[in-house]
């Protein structure tokens, strides 16, 4: 089951404030970042390792609750460049039938961000 | 290093025909996987390689078929194409394969089935 994201989509203006939410019903061992302009591959941000852990990146910081099984992303005086859809990225190890185990990516719902003028 | 690279990036394929869709990455990544992405969707998992010759299904691995005879290539095999293949397709790479490794994404096929 994939991680929720909150809002699912969300119009600022430049210089204005957002935080995009990635809740998981599974437990969180590790919580990667995306973003994906439109028409392009994701693209990867941060990831966050263990409870508590924020990173930040330029003015993109998140935090990872692994009690809540939750992560956030925080952007600040978002700018233009800002804008395409941010997904999350819950890692959990896999056993296969054949490779043993290895780590795959379960994408959240997804949240799409415009920033305008 | 360019590093993961897929072709074609579009193609449009007919019901019923085949097509093998390439990912080559040149970082010495052992781990490879191919992800699918409906419109307005995330990513679900297909096949994933954790080494040349070694291979295993993901989510939704039916309707595909993979191969990994080096390191660097790990082609996708479409063999009879059904409109539900219309998805844009993307191959990562990752070093060791392990929950804290960051994937890398190649640019994506965006693939057609009328």
């Known amino acids: 089951q994939q991680p929720v994201q909150s809002p699912q989509a969300v119009i600022l203006r430049e210089g204005e404030d957002a935080v995009i939410n990635c809740s998981s019903s599974k437990a969180l061992y590790s919580v990667h970042w995306y973003r994906q302009k439109h028409g392009e591959a994701p693209v990867f941000l941060m990831i966050l390792l263990k409870g508590g852990e924020q990173k930040g990146h330029e003015k993109i910081s998140a935090s990872f609750n692994e009690k809540k099984q939750q992560s956030s992303l925080y952007l600040t005086a978002s700018q233009l460049s800002y804008s395409g859809t941010y997904f999350c990225?819950?890692?959990?190890?896999?056993?296969?039938?054949?490779?043993?185990?290895?780590?795959?990516?379960?994408f959240g719902t997804g949240t799409r961000l415009q920033v305008t003028l | 290093n360019a590093g993961v690279t897929q072709t074609p990036k579009f193609r449009i394929l007919k019901i019923g025909q085949s097509m093998t869709l390439q990912c080559t990455q040149d970082m010495n990544h052992n781990y490879m996987y191919w992800y699918r992405q409906d419109p307005g969707m995330g990513l679900k998992l297909i096949y994933y390689s954790v080494g040349a010759g070694i291979t295993d299904k993901g989510e939704v691995p039916n309707g595909y078929n993979v191969s990994r005879s080096t390191t660097e290539d790990f082609p996708l095999r479409l063999e009879l194409a059904a409109p539900s293949q219309t998805s844009v397709y993307f191959c990562a790479s990752v070093t060791r394969g392990r929950v804290a490794d960051t994937q890398y994404f190649g640019p994506g096929t965006r693939l057609t089935v009328l």
């Open positions: 990225g819950a890692s959990t190890a896999i056993r296969g039938r054949v490779t043993g185990t290895a780590s795959k990516l379960t």
